[in-house]
């Protein structure tokens, strides 16, 4: 089946620096990659849209110079969050799509503290 | 603007049976999703509706009622291990996530 690999897993940054998060789709070509975020008890809120190719599509309220999308192949998307703060320690998670009808397959998340 | 509202916690009993709604109002609609979280883990889907009508899966079941904008998930047979968050989740040109359940089954 499809499989989405999503490194690193964990990762403490301190604040004031930039941590960039990757999602690999495996087995095939992934047009659409979506990037969300998970704070403790809540659910999952999508931060941008990425086409291969084209830029990301941000949704409201999130910052598109503070989270940078790249998605140059349709194999890898990758999100950096720059000069993370404490408030951007959260639970990231990807989650590609092969064209529009086809189903999603989810990253198993990376774990962000800033500290 | 897209709303996708569940209720915020559950509990049941182990053995019993659960139904967990959704109800949402999106820009547009390709299918609505289930799906089961533990807490530091992704998502695992459960099922996928497109059409009206109930779709069975072993101990989950799903429905789906486009005209009123209503899913729920059934669950039976309930075991301690279906502690979890349950989502449901909008697919149109995006997949948007709803406010997500918490269930809690006590032996």
């Known amino acids: ?115 | 603007g897209q709303n996708i509202d569940q209720p915020t916690e559950m509990t049941a009993t182990e053995g019993a049976i659960v139904q967990i709604n959704c109800t949402y109002q999106t820009s547009g609609f390709n299918g609505l999703f289930w799906y089961q979280q533990h807490a530091g883990e992704a998502p695992t889907f459960l099922s996928y509706n497109v059409l009206d009508g109930l779709e069975e899966k072993g101990r989950f079941s799903s429905f789906l009622s486009r005209s009123k904008g209503y899913s729920y998930l059934l669950l039976k047979e309930l075991q301690m291990k279906d502690s979890a968050s349950y989502l449901c989740a909008v697919s149109s040109y995006k997949l948007i996530f709803g406010t997500g359940t918490r269930l809690q089954v006590f032996p």
């Open chain 1, 1 to 115: 089946g499809a499989v989405v690999s999503q490194h690193p897993s964990r990762v403490i940054c301190k604040s004031g620096t930039s941590v960039k998060i990757e999602c690999r789709s495996l087995d095939f070509q992934a047009t659409t990659m979506f990037w969300y975020r998970q704070f403790p008890k809540q659910s999952l809120m999508l931060m941008a849209t990425s086409n291969e190719g084209s830029k990301a599509t941000y949704e409201q309220g999130v910052e598109k110079d503070k989270f940078l999308i790249n998605h140059a192949s349709l194999t890898l998307s990758t999100l950096t969050v720059t000069s993370a703060h404490p408030e951007d320690s959260s639970f990231y998670i990807c989650s590609a799509r092969m064209g529009r009808a086809g189903g999603y397959t989810f990253g198993s998340g990376t774990r962000l503290t800033v500290v």
